[in-house]
């Protein structure tokens, strides 16, 4: 085998001698950071709702002490609760919204385990107004899951008992309620609908007319058509209660003082109308 001069041996093991220099010692190569720990969160911020107005109603529900005062414990089970229904914001206060949407919950596997809703061979529409509910059953099984509603206030009461659906309108609006619009109406009772509303479902009540989300509207009309039986039962309990001087006030209650006015004191600080605002 030829072997390599001298003088090109020589040079390779000078190119490795700066090679092996330029490296850091062991000693000065920085430490590896540690890791954190996988799924670690952030410290959950202080929960400092104050009470709502439905405190004791989901004290209630979530097996706490029942005294319909926020402590600390309530705020943050409260919070924990709004996050599983898709609430926002989730901060803890025990409101209408809150209540409403567990009660859906609660109703999903067995809507009519109380047997209100007559169970006939036919499609029956069923108005649960106690609970502000809706679902569509056929027989003993139901084929439009239960959703949130708002019926009639104090005065304009969602009318009970057996209904039809006597005819319908995709894009109405209101004549009464200053053109208001009135998406997938269904008319079943002397004006009174079943219809989307963009209002907040949870504040206050409805003129008469059963009012849904849009897109559970739009879902309602597919599966309804003329002559559908409707079957609406019970009274809608007072929403967004309000305090004054220790009283606990419903929408309703105050609707029925002053008539239907806006003229109520400012400094009742109601941050929803005491009139309908949709039909």
């Not at 004791?56 to 609760?81: F, H, M, P, W, Y």
């Not at 309990?237 to 008539?259: A, C, F, H, M, Q």
Request: proline fraction near 8%.
């Amino acid at each position: 085998m030829k072997r390599a001069p001298l003088a090109r041996l020589t040079a390779l093991v000078g190119v490795a001698a700066v090679a092996l220099t330029a490296l850091p010692a062991a000693s000065a190569v920085a430490a590896p950071v540690a890791a954190s720990p996988a799924g670690t969160r952030a410290p959950e911020p202080p929960c400092t709702a104050p009470t709502g107005p439905y405190q004791a109603e989901l004290e209630r529900k979530l097996k706490l002490k029942v005294d319909g005062k926020q402590s600390t414990a309530d705020c943050v089970a409260i919070r924990k609760l709004q996050r599983e229904l898709n609430i926002a914001p989730a901060d803890g206060r025990a409101t209408a919204k809150t209540h409403g949407l567990l009660l859906v919950r609660e109703a999903r596997k067995n809507p009519n385990a109380a047997g209100r809703c007559p169970v006939r061979s036919y499609s029956v529409t069923c108005v649960d107004l106690p609970r502000q509910l809706l679902w569509v059953q056929v027989g003993k099984k139901v084929t439009f899951a239960p959703v949130p509603i708002r019926s009639g206030i104090r005065g304009l009461e969602t009318r009970v008992g057996w209904h039809r659906v006597y005819w319908r309108h995709k894009n109405h609006f209101s004549t009464i309620y200053d053109n208001a619009p009135m998406p997938y109406s269904q008319f079943f009772s002397g004006g009174q609908a079943l219809h989307g509303t963009y209002g907040d479902l949870f504040e206050s009540g409805s003129g008469g007319c059963v009012n849904l989300y849009v897109e559970d509207a739009e879902r309602l009309w597919k599966k309804l058509g003329v002559g559908s039986r409707i079957y609406v039962w019970g009274a809608k309990p007072g929403t967004n209660v309000r305090y004054r001087d220790g009283r606990r006030l419903t929408d309703e209650e105050l609707i029925v003082k002053y008539s239907g006015s806006q003229s109520i004191p400012v400094d009742w600080d109601l941050t929803t109308p005491l009139t309908p605002t949709r039909p």
